[in-house]
C-alpha cells in the first residue's frame, strides 16, 4: 500500500478546519460578488425553483465566465422561470437564447434533463447529489454538489478548478492535479471541509475565493482570509533560516507532492500550485465556407444559412454553406471542392472562379483549432435547395444576428 500524504497534505486538525470555516464564511459575509442565482437562491421559498435556478447558473457557468453569464441567465430565467416552462421549449428556441455563449451541447442536455424531469420525475427535482448526478442528463459530480448543498443544503463538497487551485494551495499538492488520485484526495478534503450548518455558502466562498483572491497567476494573498492555514503562504513567507519541518518536493512515493524531477520553484511563490499534465495541442481544422448572397423582395440583401446535425459539434445551430477541407491543399483545389459541394446542393452549374475569396477566420473551440476560408457568391433569381440535404433558409442581416448561430459563424 502507498505510504500516507505527509501531514501538510491533510485537514485533519479539527480546531484548524474550524478556522478556515469560520474565516471563510465571514469573508464571503463581506465580499462575496452580487450575482442574480445567488440572490435567488437566497430568498426563494420554493426549493424546485432553487434547485432549477442554480443547475442553469450551474451549467451556464461551466468553461464562462461570470460576467458573460448574467445577462444570458436573466434572459433564460424570463423566458422559462420554470423547469415546466423549459420542458416545453423547442431546442431551436434554447439554440437561439444560448446563441454566443458557447459548448452549446450544455444548452440541449439542460432542456432534455427538464423534460424528463417533467415526465419521468412528476416535476420535482432530485434533492441530494447523488440523485442528481443519477438521474440529470448533462449533471456531474460537480454540478450535482453544488445543486444539492446551494439549493437544499445537503452537506457535500464540490470540486471545481477555482477549488482545486485553492486547495492544492492551502495543502501543498504538487502532484498533477488532473489525476484521478489526487482529484479523489481533493474531493475528500472538500467533503471534510464543507461547513455543517452552511454548505451551500462555503462552498460558493470557497469557489469566490479562487475566483477573486487565490487567482492563477496573481493571487492577493495579501488580503486572503485563510493564509494562516495555507500551507503554500506559509512556505513563501517563512524566513530562510527558520525551521519548519515542512517538506515540498518528492517524498519518497507520496502521491501528492510535487514528482522529484520538477521541485519547488522560488520564483513562482504560491503559484507552484496547482501543476497540471501538459495538455494536448488542439486539433487544426480548416472548413471552406460560403456567404451566398441574394437580393429579397424589399431589396434588401439575404443571406443562406443552414441547419447542422443535431449531434456533434454545434448541433443544431446554423451556418453558412460549409464544407470540411483536408489540411494543406492548394487555394485552387478549395475553391473547386467548395463550387463542387454548392452545385451538388444547389442543382445548378457553380464555377469554381465565381467565388470570392474575401479571408480566413480563425476560432478557437475548446479542442479545435478551426480555420474557416471563406468566399461569397451573389446569386440572381431563386436557388432550389435539395432539402433532402439539409435544412436551409434567408435571412436578413438582422435576422442572421437572432438566429441559433455561433460566435464563429458571426466572425464569419
Ligand atoms: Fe491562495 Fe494565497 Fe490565500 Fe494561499 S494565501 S489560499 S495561495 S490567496
Known amino acids: 500500500a502507498p505510504a500516507p500524504p505527509p501531514a501538510q497534505h491533510l485537514f485533519s486538525d479539527p480546531a484548524e478546519v474550524e478556522a478556515l470555516r469560520g474565516k471563510l464564511l465571514a469573508w464571503y459575509d463581506r465580499c462575496k460578488r452580487d450575482l442574480p442565482w445567488r440572490a435567488l437562491a437566497a430568498t426563494e421559498p420554493d426549493a424546485d425553483r432553487r434547485g432549477y435556478a442554480v443547475w442553469v447558473s450551474e451549467i451556464m457557468l461551466q468553461q464562462t465566465q461570470v460576467a458573460t453569464v448574467i445577462d444570458y441567465y436573466n434572459r433564460w430565467m424570463q423566458k422559462w422561470p420554470t423547469l415546466q416552462a423549459l420542458a416545453q421549449a423547442s431546442l431551436e428556441e434554447v439554440n437561439e437564447l444560448w446563441a454566443g455563449l458557447g459548448y452549446y451541447s450544455r444548452g440541449k442536455r439542460l432542456q432534455e434533463a427538464a423534460r424528463k424531469v417533467v415526465s419521468e420525475l412528476a416535476g420535482q427535482m432530485p434533492r441530494t447529489a447523488e440523485e442528481l448526478q443519477k438521474l440529470l442528463p448533462g449533471v456531474g459530480r460537480y454540478t450535482a454538489g453544488a445543486i444539492a448543498s446551494i439549493s437544499y443544503g445537503q452537506a457535500t463538497g464540490v470540486v471545481d478548478g477555482n477549488v482545486i487551485r485553492v486547495l492544492c494551495r492551502l495543502r501543498c499538492i504538487g502532484a498533477d492535479s488532473s489525476s484521478p488520485a489526487v482529484i479523489d484526495r481533493l474531493w475528500d478534503m472538500a467533503n471534510v471541509l464543507v461547513d455543517r450548518s452552511r454548505p451551500g455558502d462555503f462552498n460558493q466562498a470557497l469557489m469566490e475565493l479562487g475566483a477573486t483572491v487565490c487567482m492563477p497567476k496573481a493571487p492577493l494573498c495579501g488580503e486572503c482570509p485563510v493564509k494562516q492555514q495555507c500551507q503554500a503562504w506559509r512556505r513563501v513567507s517563512l524566513s530562510p533560516g527558520a525551521t519548519v519541518a515542512l517538506v515540498f518536493a518528492g517524498v519518497g512515493d507520496c502521491p501528492l507532492c510535487p514528482p522529484a524531477t520538477e521541485p519547488w520553484d522560488s520564483s513562482l511563490g504560491v503559484t507552484n500550485f496547482p501543476r497540471k499534465a501538459a495538455k494536448k495541442p488542439p486539433r487544426a481544422m480548416r472548413t471552406a465556407t460560403c456567404v451566398l448572397e441574394r437580393r429579397g423582395c424589399h431589396g434588401a440583401p439575404e ?106 459563424m458571426k466572425k464569419v
Open 303 to 408: 443571406y443562406l444559412i443552414v441547419q447542422r446535425p443535431s449531434s456533434g459539434l454545434l448541433a443544431g445551430l446554423w451556418e453558412f454553406p460549409s464544407l470540411p477541407l483536408a489540411q494543406h491543399l492548394q487555394e485552387e483545389k478549395e475553391r473547386e471542392e467548395l463550387a463542387d459541394h454548392l452545385q451538388a446542393w444547389m442543382g445548378r452549374p457553380v464555377a469554381a472562379k465565381g467565388l470570392r475569396f474575401i479571408g480566413e477566420v480563425i476560432h478557437i473551440f475548446s479542442h479545435i483549432h478551426q480555420t474557416y476560408v471563406v468566399y461569397s457568391l451573389h446569386l440572381d433569381g431563386d436557388v432550389t435547395l435539395d432539402p433532402a440535404l439539409s435544412p436551409s433558409r434567408w435571412v436578413t442581416e438582422d435576422e442572421f444576428h437572432a438566429s441559433a448561430v455561433s460566435t464563429a
